[in-house]
């Protein structure tokens, strides 16, 4: 069983920066990837980054160059830094492993980019 837990988000202005943390406690040995997905009210959840277990890293193109997915295995934590953020940033993040063919869940965390 793995747990997920996010933190980071808040309200940044557009153009501002903010890092989101994703910490797995729990049995995280062999887990296949951690991604992170947004949704915003009435929008469908939308994978922005992905890391797998050998370290490979893909982006949504909304959000290429803009955003770094890393890892830090010592602290079971994924990171996502989020640079130049724009209004259309804006949604509840959620991060996701898999592990075993199980997909595992945090409870996210709210993003608002505002003036």
């Known amino acids: 069983q793995v747990q997920l837990a996010e933190s980071g988000g808040g309200l940044v202005q557009p153009g501002g920066s903010l890092r989101l943390s994703c910490v797995a406690s729990?049995?995280?040995?062999?887990?296949?990837?951690v991604r992170w997905y947004r949704q915003a009210p009435g929008n469908p959840r939308e994978l922005v980054a992905e890391?797998?277990?050998?370290?490979?890293?893909d982006y949504a193109d909304s959000v290429k160059d803009r955003f770094t997915i890393s890892r830090d295995g010592a602290k079971n934590t994924v990171y996502l830094q989020m640079n130049r953020l724009k209004p259309e940033d804006a949604a509840t993040y959620y991060c996701?492993?898999?592990?075993?063919?199980?997909?595992?869940w945090g409870q996210g965390t709210q993003v608002t980019v505002s003036s």
């Open positions: 729990g049995n995280t040995f062999s887990f296949s990837f």
């Open positions: 890391i797998t277990h050998d370290g490979s890293i």
């Open positions: 996701n492993l898999a592990q075993l063919g199980l997909h595992y």
